[in-house]
């Protein structure tokens, strides 16, 4: 098997065995949006117009409390002192970590939308439009908040830190999701645009996020 | 057992003492001078004196993406050269660039306030300048909670560039989602060409408030050079008491 | 193949753990390194492993793969094993040995060496530490790299695992390779001793 390959089959069985595996992100963004309600009222009319927004939010808030792992197990144990010495760049070893994250983490929060788009009222079409945002804005939030997990790797406590760190990196990803969504529900403006603006911030994560994530690695080491 | 190397921060702190005073001095009588001209400019047809606070809220706006601006130079010399002084320059500035951006939130809120009707409307410009201060805040977190200076300084290193990267992202998006949820504002904040009689004093301002971050930020790396030599000293202190002890 | 060291300055934590310090090793011979707790044996592997950073002085090796740098032909044994408790015992060595890259050999067979083939599908949560200290040896015969970063290597293996090892290393040895060794035990290697810190 190849370097990568092996390296993201082990992450993904990893993610799947240990701590309910994948099921836990699912379960937490489905508290989330179920929490909605009792805040803001259980108005259907509001629920709905509010659909995106808890949608995103939920998977916001999911894929970064997801994040606070990822580097910090291999730091624990010694692993990352090897993956450190072997023979692939470590921004690559980085982006398929974060690649295994968002398979096993991220893909299952889209998976799980349209039965949460049933609690809040949201039409097929509404629910399809913020599922197709969250497959493109996932990944953007993935290999940002990698960016936070590599910065507080040593930290014990440091899922507080990485999510101060991040949720400012992420706002533009959770705008640009929430207006695709909304263009393609209410219609006036176009979907086209945002969409793409999301998938463009996507691609510029996939390059920020190992190259920022790796130095960060390298000089956390000591 | 050796202190920290010595020459560079010697030299910045014998050139700074001399020169220190002096850049207070000069900042004071500019920030005097600014001040002057802003009371006695003319009041705004359509907002009153009320425009005036523009004479404080546009240089901090300014000073607030200057100092990151600041701060990423520190840090591609913390990262590239691992230059000590960009270490101490890079974690001094940071507080203070987080002082200006308040500044300006504080300021821009009371201008808004008789335009709003309330102390906060999430305008776009406004909200670019909260996020930053977020940004701010995160970065001082980190600084605080690695305890080894010089990792601190490269991961903060690596945070600012990242975040001086994003900002202009940040910026085009909150735009986008503010002309997605307001229509054209009325009363933007920057207002139309601003009046001669306004540009001089705003510029002398802006002047004034860089040359009092440009003393501030001496002053304070003075301190966190010092600092790290009292550091140092314990360090030695506890070495030598358990050789003494061994 | 020669790794040599010359005038190395080691900064951690602020703290200066060693200066000056010299070294050599060269092919078919063990540098055993030795001093007291603190003195820096761990920080001096991981120096020539590249995972801390070189605060002054230099790493050089002689006739190595050229296009390979220093640490990409090392192995590293650290305090730390390096295993995840959720994968099996073969699934954890065949990562490794797919992963880091250099001359792999079969896994089931380097567990055969190691003593542990009989726990091969067994998730390494339920080993113990002296097999665990084990299965982590297997990574060293399992995908072969010439060079040999050992920090106290023989931590939690009983008799018969010391002799094992000690077989490994000398077979590596014949062959060609190179070890660093930070170690308090004897490790019944022929080759030199540095010894950091501490008073004479």
Same mark, same amino acid.
């Given at each position: ?37 009792? $805040?803001?009222?259980?108005? *259907? @009319?509001?629920?709905?117009? #509010?659909?995106? %927004?808890?949608?995103? =939010? &939920?998977? /916001? !808030? ?35 970590? $974060?690649?295994?994250?968002? *398979? @096993?983490?991220?893909?299952? #929060?889209?998976? %799980?939308?349209?039965? =949460? &788009?049933? /609690? !809040? ?40 830190? *990485? @999510? ?56 956390? *080491?000591? | ?246 | ?114 003593g542990l ?10 080993l113990s530490a002296g097999q665990r200290r084990r299965l982590?040896i ?16 023989t931590n939690a293996l009983d008799?018969a695992g010391q ?38």
């Amino acid at each position: 098997m190849t370097a990568l390959g092996a390296l993201i089959t082990r992450d993904i069985r990893i993610a799947l065995r240990v701590g309910g595996g994948a099921l836990i992100g699912v379960l937490f963004f489905l508290t989330v949006v179920v929490l909605m309600p009792f $805040a803001v009222g259980p108005d *259907l @009319a509001l629920l709905t117009r #509010l659909g995106p %927004a808890i949608l995103w =939010l &939920g998977a /916001l !808030l999911a894929s970064l409390l997801t994040l606070d792992r990822l580097f910090t197990a291999d730091h624990e144990d010694g692993s990352l002192d090897l993956i450190v010495m072997s023979r692939t760049p470590l921004e690559l070893a980085c982006a398929a970590k $974060a690649l295994a994250h968002w *398979l @096993a983490a991220g893909l299952p #929060l889209v998976i %799980a939308t349209p039965v =949460l &788009g049933l /609690l !809040l009222n949201l039409d097929a079409l509404s629910t399809s439009a913020v599922a197709l945002t969250l497959l493109a804005g996932t990944p953007a939030l993935t290999f940002t908040g990698m960016i936070g997990a590599a910065l507080a790797v040593t930290m014990h406590r440091g899922g507080l830190l *990485l @999510a101060v760190l991040v949720l400012p990196l992420s706002i533009p990803v959770l705008i640009f999701g929430v207006a695709a969504s909304q263009a393609a529900i209410t219609g006036p403006s176009s979907f086209g645009a945002p969409f793409s603006i999301l998938c463009a911030l996507s691609l510029v994560s996939f390059v920020i996020g190992p190259f920022a994530a790796a130095a960060s690695l390298r000089h956390g *080491l000591d | 057992m050796t202190l920290i190397d010595l020459a560079n921060p010697t030299r910045f702190l014998a050139l700074t003492a001399r020169i220190l005073p002096w850049l207070a001095a000069i900042t004071a009588i500019l920030l005097a001078i600014g001040l002057y001209q802003s009371a006695v400019a003319p009041d705004d047809y359509q907002q009153g004196a009320t425009v005036k606070i523009m004479f404080i809220h546009v240089p901090n706006a300014w000073l607030s993406m200057f100092v990151w601006g600041v701060m990423s130079l520190a840090a591609l010399g913390t990262l590239v050269w691992r230059h000590p002084l960009a270490d101490v320059a890079a974690k001094a500035a940071a507080p203070i660039g987080a002082a200006f951006t308040f500044l300006a939130l504080v300021t821009g809120s009371l201008w808004g306030r008789p335009m709003w009707g309330t102390y906060w409307e999430w305008d776009a410009r406004l909200t670019s300048v909260l996020i930053l201060f977020l940004m701010y805040l995160g970065l001082i977190a980190l600084w605080r909670a690695v305890e080894d200076p010089s990792r601190a300084a490269r991961a903060a290193a690596i945070l600012t560039l990242v975040g001086a990267i994003n900002l202009p992202i940040i910026k085009f998006s909150v735009d986008w989602w503010n002309t997605l949820h307001q229509p054209a504002s009325v009363m933007r904040m920057g207002g139309p060409a601003l009046d001669r009689a306004f540009l001089i004093p705003l510029l002398v301002m802006a002047v004034a408030f860089s040359l009092l971050f440009l003393t501030l930020h001496l002053a304070a790396m003075r301190n966190e050079i010092l600092r790290r030599r009292v550091r140092a000293l314990q360090l030695i202190q506890v070495a030598q008491a358990s050789q003494r002890r061994a | 193949m020669r790794l040599s060291g010359r005038d190395l300055r080691c900064v951690r934590g602020g703290r200066e753990v060693f200066s000056g310090l010299d070294f050599t090793a060269s092919s078919g011979e063990a540098l055993v390194v030795t001093g007291p707790n603190g003195s820096g044996k761990t920080s001096l592997l991981r120096l020539i492993a590249g995972l801390l950073v070189i605060e002054g002085g230099s790493i050089g090796l002689e006739g190595g793969d050229s296009e390979l740098t220093l640490p990409e032909q090392a192995h590293y044994l650290g305090h730390r094993d390096a295993l995840k408790p959720a994968l099996s015992v073969e699934e954890n060595l065949s990562f490794w040995r797919d992963f880091l890259g250099g001359e792999a050999f079969d896994a089931r067979a380097s567990l055969v060496t190691v003593g542990l083939d009989h726990a091969a599908q067994l998730p390494a949560a339920f080993l113990s530490a002296g097999q665990r200290r084990r299965l982590s040896i297997a990574r060293l015969i399992a995908l072969r790299r010439p060079i040999w970063l050992l920090d106290e290597p023989t931590n939690a293996l009983d008799t018969a695992g010391q002799s094992m090892f000690a077989a490994l290393m000398s077979d590596h040895l014949a062959r060609g390779g190179l070890i660093v060794a930070a170690t308090h035990a004897p490790l019944g290697l022929q080759g030199s001793e540095l010894r950091i810190g501490g008073s004479s």
